[in-house]
């Protein structure tokens, strides 16, 4: 934790150092990584909150180490996407050993000090053109029951990512507090079925469309500086592999990250 917090510091005020910071982290993550896979299966009482505590940070690393080539949260270049093979691995502790963890929760942990950063706005609104995309997405999505048996893992997850959409953007009026975006924002994550994180392992076009969807509101968390440069990273990796045929279906969250394809690409619509 203490080494995410001086990477901040450092990338406040001496990117060269950051450079240097983020060569040390890598170092220590390759060292952390398959220790921490080998205590998964045998997690007990004592060491859940621990081992729970080193995969969120993992992941916290992840974004921290700046856009990896080939990497892009949910997939990758050779189909599993590292950073959620960690993200689920948290979920799986979590349903694992939901009671080793409920005291420690309540009473904090230590990434909190990172999600304090992480707030939107109390009284923004979900905007209407976000509300009809969303309605189209989801016609898609049903489009789907007559090609794809397994249709529903799509639907559940545009579902899912409607809900989020909603919770990120609509909150009380008359309410002075802000809100934890990624109290939200990675809710989706936690809540698609695995059948659908298959599917866009395997870069599936649906499935990277919702993916893209889903860019736009890690939009949302552009100024944290852990999440520096990952959106429009993201949205690359999805036209990289997306067929040219859905390509259309990227304009509006391409709009909205202010996004284009490289200059050699005419795709029309995102040309």
Not at 28 to 44: E, F, V
Not at 55 to 69: E, I, S
Not at 101 to 130: C, F, I, K, M, Y
Not at 182 to 193: D, E, S
Request: charged content about 20%; some cysteine.
């Amino acid at each position: 934790m203490a080494f995410l917090q001086f990477q901040h510091s450092i990338w406040l005020n001496d990117h060269a150092r950051l450079v240097e910071c983020r060569e040390r982290a890598a170092h220590h993550y390759t060292l952390a990584l398959p220790a921490m896979i080998r205590s998964l299966p045998q997690l007990n009482e004592s060491d859940t909150s621990a081992v729970f505590v080193g995969a969120t940070l993992l992941c916290f690393h992840n974004f921290a180490a700046g856009p990896q080539p080939g990497q892009y949260i949910g997939f990758s270049d050779q189909g599993v996407g590292e950073w959620m093979q960690l993200f689920r691995g948290v979920r799986s502790i979590t349903e694992s050993r939901p009671d080793a963890l409920n005291d420690w929760l309540r009473h904090g942990n230590a990434v909190d000090t990172l999600q304090a950063e992480n707030r939107v706005d109390a009284h923004t609104r979900l905007p209407s053109e976000a509300t009809h995309q969303l309605a189209r997405l989801r016609r898609f999505a049903a489009r789907m029951r007559a090609e794809d048996e397994t249709y529903a893992k799509y639907t559940v997850a545009v579902e899912s990512l409607e809900r989020c959409f909603i919770d990120t953007f609509s909150t009380d009026p008359d309410s002075s507090d802000d809100i934890p975006a990624t109290q939200h924002i990675f809710t989706w994550l936690y809540r698609i079925p695995s059948e659908f994180v298959v599917s866009l392992q395997d870069r599936r076009p649906l499935a990277l469309v919702i993916f893209a969807y889903f860019d736009v509101l890690l939009y949302q968390l552009r100024d944290l500086w852990y999440m520096e440069g990952w959106c429009e990273h993201v949205m690359s990796g999805i036209y990289k592999h997306l067929h040219v045929d859905y390509r259309d279906w990227l304009e509006w969250p391409a709009a909205v990250l202010q996004w284009s394809p490289p200059a050699t690409d005419f795709t029309p619509g995102l040309s």
